[in-house]
C-alpha cells in the first residue's frame, strides 16, 4: 500500500454522521486499512482497521469494496470532540513500517 | 496493554546544539520501535526503525541519527540541530499484529 489519498479537509456539525473515503489503489493483497486519528500535540489514536467488507467497533464503521481500492470510515453521530485530523494507511515492507499521508483535517460545528 | 513514555516533552534548542530524545515501552518485550517526525499541519514522516537492539533504519538521510541500547528504549540524536529540525517527533511501538501505538511526543523548536 505505497499512496493512499483522502481529502484535506471536512465539516460536520454535531450530531450528523460523517464519512470519509480514502483511495488506495496499489494496495497489496496481504494489506489491511487501517485508520488513526490525532489530536492536536498527541500522537495518533488506532481507531479501526479491517481487510474487506464492512468492520464496525464502539467508535467507527470501517467499509470496504470487494475491490479494496478504497474505504469509507464512518464515524456515527459526531460530537465536537471528534474535530480531529484522521488518517487512512496500509502497511509497507516487511516490517510494518505506517507510511502516513496528511490525512483528513474533521470540523465538527456546534 | 503496553505504555510509550517520551522525553521531554518540550524541548526549545539553539542551533548547532545537540539533541537527545528518549522513548521507552511499557508492557511488551521485543517491538518494532519507529520514530516520526511531523511537520506543523502536516502528516507524519517516518525517520527510523528497529527491530531488535542495536538494529537500526534509515528511512529518509537526515541530520539525526538513532540507537536501541535496549530492548525497550529508542532513542533520537543529533549532534548539530538545524531550523529545519523543527517538529514534533513521536515515537510508536508495534509488538505484533496490525497495530502501532504511539507516545506522546515531543516538540522541538529549535531557534
Known amino acids: 500500500l505505497a499512496k493512499t489519498t483522502q481529502p484535506i479537509s471536512m465539516d460536520s456539525y454535531e450530531g450528523q454522521e460523517v464519512n470519509i473515503t480514502c483511495s488506495h489503489n496499489n494496495i497489496a493483497t496481504n494489506d489491511y486499512i487501517t485508520w488513526y486519528q490525532q489530536f492536536p500535540s498527541q500522537g495518533p489514536r488506532f481507531i479501526i482497521q479491517g481487510y474487506k467488507t464492512k468492520v464496525t467497533n464502539e467508535v467507527a464503521s470501517l467499509f470496504i469494496p470487494a475491490d479494496r481500492k478504497s474505504s469509507t470510515l464512518s464515524l456515527p453521530r459526531v460530537s465536537l470532540s471528534d474535530t480531529a485530523v484522521y488518517y487512512c494507511?496500509?502497511?509497507?515492507?516487511?516490517?510494518?513500517?505506517?507510511?502516513f499521508g496528511a490525512g483528513t483535517r474533521l470540523a465538527v460545528h456546534p | 496493554s503496553q505504555t510509550i513514555h517520551q522525553w521531554p516533552a518540550t524541548l526549545v534548542q539553539p542551533v548547532g546544539s545537540p539533541l537527545s530524545l528518549e522513548c521507552t515501552v511499557e508492557?511488551?518485550?521485543?517491538?518494532?520501535l519507529y520514530w516520526y517526525r511531523q511537520a506543523a499541519g502536516r502528516g507524519l514522516q517516518l525517520l527510523f526503525y528497529?527491530?531488535?537492539?542495536?538494529?537500526i533504519s534509515s528511512e529518509v538521510p537526515q541530520n539525526l541519527s538513532a540507537s536501541r541500547p535496549q530492548d525497550r528504549q529508542f532513542i533520537l540524536s543529533s549532534k548539530k540541530l538545524l531550523l529545519s529540525d523543527s517538529g514534533f517527533y513521536l515515537c510508536a511501538s508495534h509488538p505484533g499484529g496490525d497495530t502501532q501505538y504511539f507516545g506522546p511526543g515531543t516538540r522541538l523548536t529549535v531557534l
Open positions: 508492557g511488551t518485550s521485543n517491538p518494532n
Open positions: 528497529s527491530v531488535g537492539i542495536g538494529q
Open positions: 494507511l496500509g502497511f509497507s515492507g516487511g516490517y510494518n513500517k505506517l507510511i
